[in-house]
């Protein structure tokens, strides 16, 4: 099993839309959790932390199940600017294990 | 942004070839990473460096070897690599080690091995 699993996608998404991406790991023992942003042929961004409660920036909400050991990322109201891979990471002990990405592309 | 940057941005190289990456944060982090991202792949982490002091290898072959001088730079030495190596190496700041900290990353590096 992969450390960090993501579905692939691409998800191909209509400007407005809402669009939702899971991502599941698999050790228990982690304990900090983010989703990235990465444009084409850009660097790794920090879009977000995962608190346990769940948390909301804008648009964006992600939210954390542990005892299922799965993330989520809601987006609301795509923009084309959302058009990027969302990479869901996952904090080892001194190291972030990272999903191999979701390619969103938001059309209009 | 100028937080991290990595030189050179793109690099062709041959398989005898000896060449080094360079990474310089101007973050005052304390951390600093070496990762590889190979096409349709995770980013895989491949160094990890505390104050200078490499605290994790992630069983990276030995063609790749880390040097880190003080806690602004990071240097990734390349020698006798093969085609498999080429992707793009990323490197990332943080201000500590351990995973609640934000890393910031810089722009990568390009790599090719013919």
């Given amino acids: 099993r992969k450390e960090v699993e993501q579905d692939p ?3 191909n998404v209509p400007e ?5 991406f899971n991502c599941t790991y698999s050790n228990s023992a982690s304990q900090s959790f983010f989703w990235y942003r990465q444009d084409c042929r850009k660097e790794p ?24 050991q799965y993330i989520s990322l809601l987006i609301r109201d795509s923009k084309l600017s959302d058009s990027a891979t969302y990479l869901c990471v996952v904090n080892g002990n001194n190291d972030m294990r990272f999903g191999a990405g979701t390619r969103l592309t938001v059309k209009p | 942004e100028t937080g991290v940057t990595q030189t050179p941005r793109h690099l062709v190289m ?3 070839n000896k060449k080094s990456l360079k990474c310089e944060q101007h973050l005052g982090h304390n951390a600093m990473y070496w990762y590889k991202q190979s096409a349709k792949k995770p980013l895989e982490l491949m160094f990890v460096y505390s104050l200078e002091e490499r605290v994790e ?8 070897s880390p040097e880190c001088p003080n806690s602004s730079h990071l ?6 690599l093969q085609p498999e190596d080429s992707a793009l190496y ?25």
Avoid at chain 2, 57 to 64: A, L
Avoid at chain 2, 75 to 80: A, D, E, P, Q, V
Avoid at chain 2, 92 to 109: I, L, R
């Fill in chain 1, 9 to 11: 996608g691409p998800f």
């Fill in chain 1, 16 to 20: 407005g839309a809402t669009v939702a």
């Fill in chain 1, 45 to 68: 961004k920090l879009l977000m932390s995962v608190y346990s409660s769940g948390n909301e920036d804008g648009r964006f909400t992600a939210q954390l199940n542990r005892a299922s």
């Fill in chain 2, 14 to 16: 041959g398989m005898t």
């Fill in chain 2, 57 to 64: 290898n992630n069983s990276v072959p030995s063609r790749f």
């Fill in chain 2, 75 to 80: 240097f990734l030495h390349l020698h006798t």
């Fill in chain 2, 90 to 114: 990323l490197c990332a700041s943080s201000q500590e080690v351990g995973g609640t900290y934000e890393q910031y990353f810089g722009p990568g590096t390009r790599l090719t091995v013919t």
